[in-house]
């Protein structure tokens, strides 16, 4: 149980475009989902927090504008990233919360998002 | 600051010895304290949480201690076989919040 998707896993993009990043809580409903991104040998960083049904939280020096959070519903959070530019090639991973779970958080594969 | 400080350096061991890593945190006091596995081009997966009240928790091959005196955890792998070869995450809640923040990891390669 508590099988987190995302989709897709891998994505090349080109400067300007967008890109758009799916997590699926596949077994069990998520009303907080996280987006994290991670650089090479760094650690995971918090980019934002996902509530379904209201405006995500960014953390500090994440531009909401350029990464587009929804959580339409208790099973999907999608990370859109806007005008990308090589360097938000990066990890994406998403993870979510169970309902009612203080603490644990059970993470997807990631995304490999590179931007030429 | 707060920090969370993981070996940055790789530990390589023999298979069937145990592998003990270290996690230092400060200017922290959290109420738990998680460990992740991460393999290369995945996301973390979840191993064990240890609260600030338990001194010592295990699961299977698995042994973490938790020390709030000295800001540290020491998570073990008994028996280890290359198949344990991955990064170990260590995470931190932020003060009573249930969002951890996280330790770059430490890789640990177990050689056959």
Known sequence: GAVVSQHPSRV?????????????SLDFQATTMFWYRQFPKK???????????????????????KFLINHASLT???LTVTSAHPEDSSFYICSAKLTGSSYEQYFGPGTRLTVT | SQKIEQNSEALNIQEGKTATLTCNYTNYSPAYLQWYR???GRGPVFLLLIRENEKEKRKERLKVTFDTTLKQSLFHITA????DSATYLCALDRGGSYIPTFGRGTSLIVHP
Do not use: F
């Not at chain 2, 280890?80 to 198949?83: F, G, N």
């Open chain 1, 12 to 24: 090349i993009c080109k400067s300007g475009t967008s890109v758009k990043i799916e997590c699926r």
């Open chain 2, 80 to 83: 280890s076989q290359p198949a």
């Open chain 1, 43 to 65: 650690s995971l960083m918090l980019m934002a927090t996902s509530n379904e049904g209201s405006k995500a939280t960014y953390e500090q020096g994440v531009e909401k504008d």
């Open chain 1, 76 to 78: 999907l959070s999608t």
């Open chain 2, 38 to 40: 991460q393999d290369p």
